[in-house]
């Protein structure tokens, strides 16, 4: 199971962080990812992490971004900086199960998301 939470209502310019809670799996053993999805839009990449924290993100983060993990609290985390109106949307964690870090279908299992909604 996995429990996002940290997302709130922020002002351009702001920061937040997000954590995922894991349980009931070998939280250690499997790379974590962070999507999210906009009303009306399609589910997509934000930033991806290994076993050992080797990182990737999607080209729009641009620095402001960091996907860091936690095993021994079996936590994944999400800080974003300089907040845009462009990130509102709901974001969800994910365990990367197999194939290309990009893509749903590599993730097998999700949580039920945590809402961000930046206004200007």
């Known amino acids: 199971q996995l429990v996002e939470s940290g997302g709130r209502e922020v002002r351009t310019g702001d920061s937040l962080r997000l954590s995922c809670v894991a349980s009931?799996?070998?939280?250690?053993?499997?790379?974590m990812g962070w999507f999210r999805q906009a009303a009306g839009k399609e589910r997509e990449f934000v930033a991806w992490?290994?076993?050992?924290?080797?990182?990737t993100y999607a080209d729009f983060v641009e620095g402001r971004f960091t996907i860091s993990r936690d095993n021994t609290k079996n936590t994944l985390y999400l800080q974003m900086n300089s907040l845009e109106p462009e990130d509102t949307a709901m974001y969800y964690c994910?365990?990367?199960?197999?194939?290309?870090?990009?893509?749903?279908?590599?993730?097998?299992?999700w949580g039920q998301g945590t809402q961000v909604t930046v206004s200007s």
């Open positions: 994910a365990r990367h199960f197999q194939g290309g870090a990009f893509y749903l279908s590599s993730y097998d299992s």
């Open positions: 992490i290994s076993t050992i924290s080797t990182t």
């Open positions: 009931g799996l070998p939280f250690d053993s499997y790379s």
